[in-house]
């Protein structure tokens, strides 16, 4: 067993791959008072705006970095579906991004409610919503990434949600508050350290 240092600034993260290869029986469709609507070729400030507020907690960042030539040809993909979570009031509080860039498998590239809304059984709805979505004819895996930066119950719930853990990678990067993609006060879950912290 060994310890392996990480760069100060830097973030290290076990990252954690879950697939299922059957679509479950049909379950009852949980209750909830949002919806999931599709999000034709999203305006990359408003897809950028609701990637912040989902992910800010959990680092997510890629997005926020990518060039705007990059990100519009990802997210207006016709191999890439994105849906927006909508409340009551029509205020977008979550996102899902589906990747069928492979012909027989679908990524769930992102599955995120606001931070706010954690812990209300929402996340079973979305993620029924979701599966129903991603399996279609021809698809017979549907996989997603989830890591020790996600919510801790992240992994547990996927499981109970039909996904097995297959493969664990370390991913390392910048963190990006102290690069200036995110505000220090993001994620305080997370220790922020750096070169000054560590002397």
């Given at each position: ?58 680092l997510w960042y890629s997005r926020l970095t990518m060039p705007d030539e990059r990100l519009i040809a990802l997210i207006h993909d016709p191999a890439t579906e994105i849906y927006a979570v909508i409340d009551r009031a029509g205020i977008e509080v979550g996102m899902v991004e ?102």
């Open positions: 067993m060994g310890l392996i240092p990480v760069a100060a600034g830097d973030i290290a993260a076990i990252v954690t791959t879950l697939e299922m290869h059957d679509r479950s029986r049909p379950r009852p469709m949980p209750a909830s008072p949002l919806r999931l609507v599709k999000w034709v070729r999203p305006d990359l400030d408003n897809y950028r705006t609701l990637f912040r507020r989902v992910g800010a907690r959990w589906l990747n069928f860039r492979k012909a027989d498998a679908c990524e769930i590239a992102y599955f995120a409610l606001i931070p706010e809304l954690t812990g209300q059984r929402h996340g079973r709805w979305m993620m029924a919503e979701t599966l129903a979505r991603a399996w279609r004819p021809g698809v017979n895996r549907v996989w997603l990434h989830s890591c020790t930066l996600d919510h801790p119950s992240a992994i547990n719930f996927y499981r109970a949600c039909g996904f097995v853990a297959v493969s664990r990678t370390i991913e390392t990067f910048a963190d990006p508050r102290l690069i200036g993609v995110l505000p220090v006060d993001a994620a305080p879950q997370i220790p922020l350290l750096d070169a000054e912290t560590r002397q």
